[in-house]
């Protein structure tokens, strides 16, 4: 991965720097031959001047004069007629053998036009001319040219400074383009290290978080996030199985020993009777501890789509509080219900009335005789929040952060009868809804299971 971003880095630079080369080199060659048919515009219509106002004699001084002055290498000039014939020139022995254009000459005398510029070869010369034709007489060409040999110098001064920062700049960008692309996949074979750390036995090693707050920390502090939950869920899973282990071998335990002693008596049907009866409410303890566990699973893993509705859980709390008044008056406990203003929320309506079971079934289940247990439900901050509260032993502190985990049971409860799926169930429909559950409980002053669920304003 290191070596292709490296690749990508010097390509891009690459590219770049000949892109940006590539413009300035024709910039450069424009200026050029702007400023060299600058001068040869310049020279030939002083000339022509020269030709119109003093005849030809002070035009050939003239032109001698310019060419001495600015190099016989490096310009000449030569006078003929429309036939070709030469009849005036500069020392052309540098210049020899170079020809006439007669495009640029049927241009000047046919066309009518000012002048014409053309680049010509210069015989056995590794560069070109400039070459201005322009008629300054009826039966008169001026030939003026200049040599581009500085001007070749100067492109091929060019070509190899190009060509030698572009090695340097190369050597430069793979260096470059190698240590960013190391310093950019620190962090990710950080994460990679890390992963292959990890294992089911082996779950505290981390991705280190540089702090530099790029992409890379995102993605470190999102890595151990996940490992946290992975930690979480397996120690779960492990707590659950130990749980299950426990809470099945009892009854598993209990029906064994009822059939031995059964087997083993000497009791006739009525026995066997009895043996049955009680397997089979064993059995039926059993099957629902599992099916609330499946309940739970699936509901926290969402994978049974909830039909959601308008639910007044106002209603359904008093529904929920007339249902258990019997089982509170067995007990001598006072029931109370404060649901009387519609409170809609957006669920299922039999998740929610389970949900309110558990609830007041537990509050009524570990309060002492005479007591009391409060239902109440209200708006408040556009949320629909349902109180449980019961003034019954409480729950000691320490139990709070696990009261929700499945099979757990306080010290309190297990005089009394169930499997610690309650709350654990409680919690799950309360998430699937969106919602909050909080739990206020001291020792001796009671406890209270608040929850909230977004509200759903009738329309």
């Known amino acids: 991965m290191a070596f292709r971003l490296t690749l990508w880095y010097v390509f891009v630079f690459v590219l770049s720097a000949t892109v940006a080369f590539a413009l300035f080199y024709l910039l450069i060659l424009r200026l050029i031959s702007q400023r060299t048919d600058e001068d040869l515009i310049t020279n030939a219509n002083r000339l022509a001047q020269v030709y119109a106002l003093e005849g030809g004699e002070m035009l050939r001084r003239a032109a001698l004069l310019q060419v001495q002055t600015t190099g016989e290498q490096k310009m000449f000039f030569r006078l003929f007629y429309p036939s070709g014939v030469f009849f005036s020139s500069s020392n052309m022995t540098y210049w020899k053998n170079i020809g006439i254009d007669r495009k640029a000459v049927d241009a000047v005398l046919e066309e009518g036009r000012l002048f014409s510029l053309v680049t010509q070869p210069i015989p056995r010369r590794p560069y070109n001319a400039r070459i201005i034709y322009k008629r300054i007489g009826i039966n008169v060409v001026l030939q003026l040219g200049v040599s581009l040999q500085n001007e070749s110098h100067l492109v091929e001064t060019f070509k190899r400074t190009f060509v030698i920062t572009m090695s340097v700049l190369l050597l430069i960008a ?41 992409e890379i920390d995102q ?108 089982l509170a008056e067995d007990k001598q406990i006072s029931l109370h219900c404060s649901a009387d203003s519609p409170c809609s929320v957006r669920g299922n309506e039999q998740m929610l009335q389970r949900l309110i079971a558990n609830l007041v079934d537990n509050a009524i289940k570990y309060t002492d005789m005479n007591g009391s247990v409060w239902v109440t439900v209200n708006s408040a901050d556009g949320n629909v929040v349902m109180e449980v509260r019961d003034n019954g032993p409480g729950i000691p502190p320490e139990d709070h952060r696990r009261i929700f985990q499945r099979f757990f049971r306080g010290d309190q409860s297990r005089s009394v009868g169930g499997a610690g799926l309650g709350l654990s169930l409680a919690q799950a429909i309360v998430r699937a809804h969106g919602g909050s559950i909080i739990l206020q409980s001291m020792p001796g002053q009671g406890s209270t299971f608040t929850i909230a669920l977004p509200r759903q304003d009738s329309h």
């Open 174 to 214: 793979v260096g470059l383009g190698w240590i960013m692309a190391r310093s950019a996949l620190a962090g990710v074979a950080s994460v990679t290290q890390t992963a292959q750390k990890i294992s089911e036995e082996d779950l505290d090693t981390r991705v280190p978080v540089l702090h530099r707050h790029d």
């Open 219 to 326: 993605l470190a502090v999102t890595f151990n996030q996940m490992l946290d939950r992975i930690k979480q869920l397996i120690s779960g899973i492990r707590q659950m199985n130990d749980n299950i282990a426990h809470d099945l071998r009892s009854p598993i335990a209990r029906i064994r020993g009822l059939a031995e002693v059964t087997l083993t008596s000497d009791g006739g049907m009525e026995e066997y009777a009895q043996m049955a009866a009680s397997t089979i409410e064993e059995c039926d303890r059993l099957l629902q501890m599992i099916n609330t566990m499946l309940t739970i699973s699936r509901t926290e893993a969402g994978v049974d789509p909830i039909t959601l509705e308008n639910v007044d859980l106002a209603k359904v709390a008093r529904e929920a509080c007339v249902l258990f008044q019997p």
